[in-house]
């Protein structure tokens, strides 16, 4: 795929470590999932990105294209309840992280919801967690469990990675690197301008998901020393990391974790981050 988020990169993490354990996984998913990174767990299609029409929508946060993707995520936990009987843990691991409390059975305790960002306002949340209690609840951060000291079914795990794509580098080159999805809150623009205060350069790494904050905030500060180049994956991702002078973090929101933050350290690459939420 051309875009691997946050929860994209803890499934890629979390399934071969589970098979590891020598488990069944199947993953519902769409179906341009590249499997090759999941050997020896079987791909239950759910649909096709194609479907998500991305390319007319443009910017992945108008709420037509959230509505549309949402009902593709209720499709998914309804297609795993329709076979639930065939799996001992049902594990929802997407942005609406409430739908397995509206479609499945209260009698139904196998289900482990994780909470990657949570969009509910306050009383949608109350009202939510007050009605309906069958579903377990995995918080990625000490900050972001807070909000939920209440339920009863709730702990934190935190986001593990393979420590093992992540090497160390004796020998930094000369560039501060920013990796992320470039949209507002992951704070791109703001890492821009740290660069040209320091005269430092600098190489980020992201796909697009808000075009026109990348074109008119973030496209006009790039120059020779600072410029972005398509998404990394995998051990390109831990080479990049691991040969920076530093990562930068100046996230503009209450970041729920900060993977690439962990992703940098182990590779013994210092994070100047923002100090909110996970982070």
Request: with cysteine; aromatic share 12%; hydrophobic share 40%.
């Amino acid at each position: 795929a051309s875009s691997v988020g946050g929860l994209e990169t803890f499934t890629l993490y979390l399934l071969p470590k589970l098979k590891e354990l020598s488990l069944d996984i199947t993953l519902f998913a769409a179906k341009e999932t590249e499997m090759s990174l999941l050997p020896g767990i079987t791909l239950a299609p759910v649909f096709s990105l194609a479907d998500l029409d991305k390319e007319e929508h443009k910017d992945t946060e108008k709420k037509r294209f959230v509505l549309n993707y949402a009902m593709f995520q209720y499709a998914a936990i309804k297609k795993v309840l329709e076979r639930r009987e065939e799996f001992d843990v049902i594990h929802f691991n997407c942005a609406q992280w409430y739908a397995p409390f509206l479609v499945s059975d209260p009698s139904q305790t196998n289900i482990l919801s994780t909470i990657h960002v949570n969009n509910l306002k306050q009383k949608t949340q109350d009202y939510l967690l007050s009605e309906f209690q069958q579903v377990n609840l995995a918080y990625i951060s000490q900050t972001y469990s807070q909000n939920f000291a209440s339920y009863p079914k709730g702990k934190v795990i935190y986001n593990g990675i393979d420590v093992s794509m992540f090497p160390f580098s004796e020998h930094p080159q000369d560039y501060v690197a920013w990796l992320g999805r470039i949209a507002p809150v992951k704070g791109l623009r703001e890492a821009v301008l740290a660069a040209k205060l320091a005269d430092a350069r600098l190489i980020a790494s992201g796909s697009v998901d808000y075009l026109d904050y990348y074109a008119h905030e973030v496209q006009p500060l790039l120059d020779e020393k600072r410029t972005v180049m398509p998404p990394l994956f995998n051990k390109e991702k831990g080479e990049f990391l691991s040969k920076a002078k530093c990562v930068l973090q100046p996230v503009q929101w209450e970041e729920p974790f900060g993977l690439v933050a962990v992703e940098a350290m182990a590779c013994g690459t210092p994070v100047i981050a923002s100090e909110v939420g996970g982070l």
